[in-house]
């Protein structure tokens, strides 16, 4: 099946400053990359997400870039504020069976006022 | 809409009990899924149910079984609890790609 890959494990930055959050992806078939957001103890949810026809996409403070070459994806989250904090996860969509998503291991993200 | 309910939210279990989950979703979604969640491992698929009726394993399926009531309820049971099982149980539903997730059920298995 699919490898997704994610990295840092844990980003810490200051209130306003950019954070960035990376994902490789071995299936080159791939062609739905969604992103979760998970507050402590709270359940995950889609906060964006991108499909292969496009190389980026843009929510107010979020965005997420494709790059299907190297198979890789990235969150970015720009005027960072305390309520990002949160454990951010990337998946991947099985292009076989639409049911499978991979996920990455998460990354926990700390914005510190 | 309540959106994706499970119950219960917190469970101990001794080794070797039994239990069952129980998911249930208001938002008429034909697929289904239980994943566990546990630290540096990110989200791993049970299994799903694609509609009612069907049942299909995922990345770790070993352990437990799973009954795809209605189309509205999903139930996920382990039969003879072990310690490796201990984690948070989440439940999901789907129809267009967004997963709507449950608010977890966390289980320990002393």
């Known amino acids: 099946g699919e490898n997704v890959e994610q990295h840092p494990s844990t980003l810490s930055v200051q209130e306003g400053d950019s954070a960035v959050i990376k994902c490789t992806y071995s299936?080159?078939?791939?062609?739905?990359f969604p992103w979760y957001k998970q507050e402590l103890g709270k359940r995950p949810q889609l906060i964006i997400d991108i499909r292969s026809n496009v190389g980026e996409k843009k929510d107010q403070r979020i965005a997420v870039t494709l790059n299907k070459t190297a198979k890789h994806f990235s969150l970015h989250i720009t005027e960072t504020q305390p309520e990002d904090s949160a454990v951010y996860f990337c998946a991947a969509q099985s292009p076989y069976n639409f049911n499978k998503f991979y996920f990455g291991s998460g990354t926990k993200l700390n914005v510190k006022p | 809409n309540a959106g994706v309910t499970q119950t219960p939210k917190f469970q101990v279990l001794k080794t070797g009990q039994s239990m069952t989950l129980q998911c249930a979703q208001d938002?008429?979604?034909?697929?289904m899924y239980w994943y566990r969640q546990d630290p540096g491992m990110g989200l791993r698929l049970i299994y799903y149910s694609a509609s009612e009726g069907t049942t299909d394993k995922g990345e770790v399926p070993n352990g437990y079984n799973v009954s795809r009531l209605n189309k509205r309820e999903f139930s996920l049971r382990l039969e003879s609890a072990a310690p490796s099982q201990t984690s948070v149980y989440f439940c999901?539903?789907?129809?267009?790609?967004?997963?709507?997730f449950g608010e977890g059920s966390r289980l320990t298995v002393l």
């Open positions: 938002m008429n979604h034909n697929s």
């Open positions: 299936d080159s078939a791939s062609n739905y």
């Open positions: 999901a539903s789907s129809e267009t790609g967004e997963l709507f």
